[in-house]
């Protein structure tokens, strides 16, 4: 995965083994993650991205600016939470 850094200043490449959740800053740094391990165990139960269209589409806003707890809720409501 490649993840390109919009600085203005100074644009870089980070090139590596990441995935999605891990947050790549400075190569000599540990990796973060962006999330805590809840929030991601949360988000891949959820599994957003097997959603039907249609349901991503009536919850996009909270796809975009939602909480992991949130998208996780709306799959359980909606009978689409993953066992892990």
Same mark, same amino acid.
């Given at each position: 995965?490649?993840?390109l850094k919009a600085l203005v200043t100074s644009p870089k490449?980070?090139?590596g083994d990441y995935t999605y959740y891990d947050d790549p800053d400075d190569p000599a740094r540990p990796i973060?993650?962006?999330f805590s &391990?809840? &929030?991601i165990h949360r988000l891949r139960r959820a599994a957003w991205w097997n959603w039907p269209a249609d349901l991503i589409n009536q919850h996009c806003r909270t796809l975009m600016t939602g909480t992991p707890a949130e998208i996780e809720r709306i799959a359980i409501e909606n009978g689409l939470e993953r066992a892990l």
């Open positions: 995965m490649v993840f490449i980070v090139v973060r993650y962006r &391990d809840q &929030d």
